[in-house]
């Protein structure tokens, strides 16, 4: 199970912390990643790291101001948000599998992650 926590209300530019608790069984080589998804729109990857952090993939979009990371010993997975744009105002999803991914490409697709959390709503306003 993933528990997603840390959304609220910011204005732009400011920052916000996503977290990502995962309980029960866990693949160490499956990827875990954030997806958004705004009001009226398809869900957007936005992050995912793999291989107990030793490798991070970005949305171009996010590259730069957002930070993927994680924490083992907490099972937990963070999402550093800086320089928010009232664009992204969105739930967020945290979400894995229960495999490690043959492809770099799959990683970015959100049909690939066998679970999800609840999501948490990240509102930046102009």
């Known amino acids: 199970q993933l528990q997603a926590s840390g959304g609220g209300l910011v204005q732009t530019g400011g920052s916000l912390s996503l977290s990502c608790a995962k309980s029960?069984?866990?693949?160490?080589?499956?990827?875990m990643a954030w997806f958004r998804q705004a009001a009226g729109k398809g869900r957007e990857f936005v992050a995912a790291i793999v291989s107990n952090g030793a490798r991070t993939y970005y949305s171009d979009s996010v590259k730069g101001r957002f930070t993927i990371s994680s924490d083992n010993a907490k099972n937990t997975m963070y999402l550093q948000m800086n320089s928010l744009k009232p664009e992204e105002t969105a739930v967020y999803y945290c979400?894995?599998?229960?495999?490690?991914?043959?492809?770099?490409?799959?990683?970015?697709?959100?049909?690939?992650?066998?679970?999800w959390g609840q999501g948490t709503l990240v509102t930046v306003s102009s």
């Open positions: 979400a894995t599998a229960s495999r490690s991914f043959a492809s770099i490409r799959a990683i970015y697709t959100a049909v690939n992650y066998d679970y």
């Open positions: 029960g069984r866990t693949w160490s080589t499956a990827p």
